[in-house]
Structure formats: structure tokens, C-alpha cells
């Protein structure tokens, strides 16, 4: 069978909500969202929200940047989206980006009943950890500012399908800082990223591969990993990328995870590492007169334990299906283009 799933930070989504404990209730529609900029309302979010994922057409969306509720990503859902479908929210204490993931039973290719979220703030493998990051001999402790979303999804007629979505540490600085205190805050940043993408796959990942109880179940790991392939300043000081780390490498195989974004590239890019038409997110740099980067920090992953390539046709959404640019048509959505691909279960 078939799923198509669409992973997409959705960002702020929080600040569609009303705050406080009582039913879940969307803000006024005039209203401005607190992380908006112009003239962006919360109706206007929600519509171009709700447009997108409507017109990609996804069986499966994780949601990255998601609201600290469930009610409330199934208030977004059933009202903005369409009422079939089911959300699975996993809450992180203190934070108001949460992560979730939502399932269109219209569809009828799932069993909504099989479905089941477990629980990442019970699950040690997201809990608190120490790690020696710089290998100097001296642990550092550190935690996930937001807890992963572990899925199991029934599929029609008995198999599954197992989704963990991520959203590690922002390696971004906003706060203006001397050079040598932006240096040591950036490090920092990496650190933590490091620290989190090892601790996913040697306590997540790699368990999960070995297991004879999911050895067979295909996995996806995905989300807004906040680091591209290669090296960057700080990383090079580390001799470490986050999501090569994540990913594995040539010694383990088995448990290894392929990179679906990248599966899609030319033969002539794959060779000259140019991951330009991958980029995902873009943002201002404060240090050199506001420049625009785009940045590649969204990624697809999975696992080869299935004996067949099941994981096909991933994009990154740039454009909506009259052929405008999507930042341009729905203005309001995200600063995150939306990544699509194929799951043969």
C-alpha cells in the first residue's frame, strides 16, 4: 500500500490557540499571531495552513512547531483540514512547540484503532542524558527541549509502520554577543545537537533495528533536524554533523538510515555534495548585514529493513500545483517548505 507523507514545520502553531486550560479554542481571527510579522492575522494562517496541506493531499503529516495540546492540533485538523482525520500530540513540559503527527482515516487505509502513540516523557531513551560530546573525559548532561513523537501506525489489513518525529536543538542566535561569547555559544548550540542525534540513534535507533519484535517494521525518522550534511565552523571543531550522526555510518550498515531527500538528487549533485535544491528554510544572517542563507535542516529518514527500496518520490514543496511559488501564494503558512514522499508499506 501506498502513504503519502508529508513532514512540515509548521511554525508557531501555538499561536493559533487561546491560551489557558479550558477547551481547546482557537484565537480571534483578526488577531496577530506573537511570532507574525505584518499584516498576518490568525485567519489568515489558519487558511493558508490548512490550503497547503489540503492541496499536497497527505495521508500522514508530522507536525513540527506544533501546539502544546492535543485538542487543540485536533481542534486545527478536524475544523481547518477535514473532519476524518486523528492527531496524536506528545506533550513537552514547558515548551510550546510540541511535536504531532495526524492520520486522514477518510482515506481508509489505516486502522485507526492500531494506532497508538507511546509516550516519549516515559520512554528513557528521551529522557535526561550525559554525554562526552568533546570527548575530554568529562560527561555533559543534557535533555530534549522537545520530546520526539513515536508513533506506530496500523495499516489496513494488519501491517505497520513506526514514525518518529524530531525537532533537536535550534543551533540559530538571536542575541547579539562579542565574538569570542557568540563562538562559545555556537559550539554550545552544535554540541547539544550532537549530543541529541547520538543519543536518538544509540538509544532509540539502533535497539529498535535489533529488536526481533520491529527489526521487520519499516521506520521513519524525520523532522527538523536544525543541521545539513557536511561540516560547518563550529561543527569542524567537533568533527561532527548532527544528521550524519543520526543517520549512521558505513561500519553498522544494518542499522544504518537512508536519507530521502538526497536519494533524489542527481548523480552530478550526489558527487559534488551541492545540496542547493534541498534547502528547506531560509533566514537573515545578523552578523553579515542581514544576508539570506537557505538552508537544508529538514530531513526524511528511513530504514533498509525491508529488503526493497520503500521509499520514493521525495521534494521539497517550492511550488503549489498552478506553478506559483508557495511562500508567494499562501504567504501566511510557514518559513519552512513543506518535504513530501512516498511510502510503499
Known amino acids: 500500500m501506498q502513504l503519502r507523507l508529508l513532514l512540515w514545520n509548521m511554525e508557531w502553531l501555538n499561536d493559533l490557540f487561546a491560551a489557558g486550560n479550558g477547551p481547546a479554542a482557537f484565537r480571534p481571527d483578526g488577531e496577530k499571531p506573537a511570532h507574525a510579522s505584518g499584516s498576518v492575522t490568525v485567519r489568515k494562517r489558519r487558511n493558508d495552513l490548512a490550503a497547503v496541506i489540503r492541496e499536497l493531499e497527505p495521508d ?55 494506532t497508538r502513540r507511546f509516550d516519549s516523557a516515559a520512554n528513557a531513551a528521551f529522557g535526561e542524558f550525559l554525554w562526552d560530546t568533546d570527548a575530554d573525559g568529562v560527561d555533559e548532561r543534557y535533555r530534549f527541549e522537545r520530546l520526539p513523537v513515536d508513533l506506530e501506525v496500523g495499516i489496513a489489513g494488519g501491517k505497520r509502520l513506526r514514525i518518529l518525529g524530531l525537532h533537536l536543538k535550534s543551533k540559530a542566535i538571536f542575541d547579539a554577543y562579542e565574538w569570542s561569547k557568540w563562538w562559545a555559544v555556537s559550539s554550545g548550540n552544535r554540541r547539544k545537537i550532537l549530543a541529541q542525534a547520538l543519543f536518538v540513534r544509540d538509544q532509540f535507533v539502533v535497539p529498535y533495528l535489533k529488536d526481533p519484535a520491529t527489526a521487520g517494521v519499516p521506520l521513519v525518522v524525520c523532522g527538523d533536524i536544525n543541521d545539513g550534511p557536511g561540516l560547518d565552523a563550529s561543527e569542524k571543531l567537533l568533527f561532527g554533523s548532527g544528521i550524519e550522526m543520526l543517520m549512521g555510518d558505513s561500519w553498522t550498515p544494518d542499522v544504518a538510515l537512508g536519507n530521502a531527500l538526497y536519494d533524489g538528487l542527481t548523480d552530478t549533485a550526489k558527487r559534488n555534495m551541492d545540496f542547493a535544491t534541498l534547502a528547506t528554510t531560509r533566514f537573515k544572517d545578523p552578523i553579515f548585514n542581514d544576508v539570506y542563507h537557505e538552508e537544508w535542516i529538514d530531513h526524511l529518514l528511513y530504514s533498509r529493513n525491508q529488503g526493497r527500496q520503500w521509499v520514493s518520490g521525495a521534494r521539497v514543496v517550492k511550488n503549489a500545483l498552478d506553478g506559483q511559488p508557495l511562500y508567494r501564494k499562501y504567504p501566511n503558512a510557514s518559513d519552512h517548505s513543506p518535504v513530501v514522499v512516498t511510502l510503499d508499506v
Do not use: H, M, Y
Open 60 to 114: 500522514i503529516v508530522v507536525v513540527v512547531e506544533g501546539p502544546n495540546r492535543n485538542e487543540e492540533l485536533d481542534l486545527f485538523f478536524r475544523t481547518d483540514v477535514g473532519p476524518e482525520w486523528r492527531t496524536f500530540l506528545q506533550p513537552t513540559a514547558g515548551s510550546a512547540q510540541c511535536l504531532g503527527a495526524a492520520i486522514n482515516a477518510a482515506t481508509g487505509k489505516f486502522d485507526v484503532a492500531a
